[in-house]
């Protein structure tokens, strides 16, 4: 049973950087990709991107590539989030969800507990 | 960035009811679409993956079909817990998305 325990919520300054982590437990840490996914409140779910630890490759949502770095560290089984410039309207439930897919990004199988993130001055 | 529509934002139905709930894509993604349902203060739940296969533990009463750019998500009976928000997702091409999300509730 694949599971995932996410770093606690987070209260950050306008123009700032958050991290966030994941820790995966259970099956191949390294042959399945994590995705990021977050929901502002009262709104849908929105992809941040994503990481397949095993080759390394990352995939993001454009509007996110000059402010996401997605990491991961196979030692400890665990994928970082790292958003920066933060703005107001990031404030969100920050998901990380993992696919049983081998070398595919979806399905979304297995969630996280979720992250609050709130940008706040 | 392949764009998922959802249809309808809302609906209200009773328990009992039959439900179908429609996603179209922006371009054809063959069968690579999923169906999550998400309650509120939890994490989405994965019910339907490649359009049609239901996942593990999934109630038979949801199914899916479609192919190309028309999908939809039927529960045939609705019971109380499948009061929720659904969301459809492309898993065609990178990066992933979603559509904006169905609410239904209790009529």
């Known amino acids: 049973q694949v599971q995932l325990v996410q770093s606690g919520a987070e209260v950050k300054k306008p123009g700032s950087s958050v991290k966030v982590s994941c820790k995966v437990s259970g099956g191949i840490f390294s042959d399945y990709a994590v995705s990021w996914v977050r929901q502002a409140p009262g709104q849908g779910l929105e992809f941040v991107g994503g990481?397949?630890?095993?080759?390394?490759?990352?995939s993001h949502a454009e509007k996110f590539q000059d402010r996401v770095i997605i990491s991961d560290d196979e030692s400890t089984n665990t994928v970082y989030m790292d958003l920066g410039s933060l703005r107001f309207d990031d404030t969100a439930v920050y998901y990380c969800?993992?696919?049983?897919?081998?070398?595919?990004?979806?399905?979304?199988?297995?969630w996280g507990q979720g992250t609050l993130v709130t940008v706040s001055s | 960035d392949i764009q998922m529509t959802q249809s309808p934002s809302s609906l209200s139905a009773s328990v009992g009811d039959r439900v179908t709930i429609t996603c179209r894509a922006s371009?054809?993604?063959?069968?690579?679409l999923n169906w999550y349902q998400q309650k509120p203060g939890k994490a989405p739940n994965l019910l339907i993956y490649?359009?049609?296969t239901l996942q593990s533990g999934v109630p038979s009463r949801f199914s899916g079909s479609g192919s190309g750019t028309d999908f939809t998500l039927t529960i045939s009976s609705l019971q109380p817990e499948d009061f929720a928000t659904y969301y459809c997702q492309q898993s065609y091409s990178s990066p992933l998305t979603f559509g904006q999300g169905t609410k239904l509730e209790i009529k």
């Open positions: 490649v359009a049609s």
């Open positions: 969800a993992r696919t049983t897919s081998f070398g595919g990004w979806s399905p979304l199988v297995a």
């Open positions: 371009q054809s993604i063959s069968t690579y």
């Open positions: 990481i397949i630890p095993r080759s390394g490759t990352t």
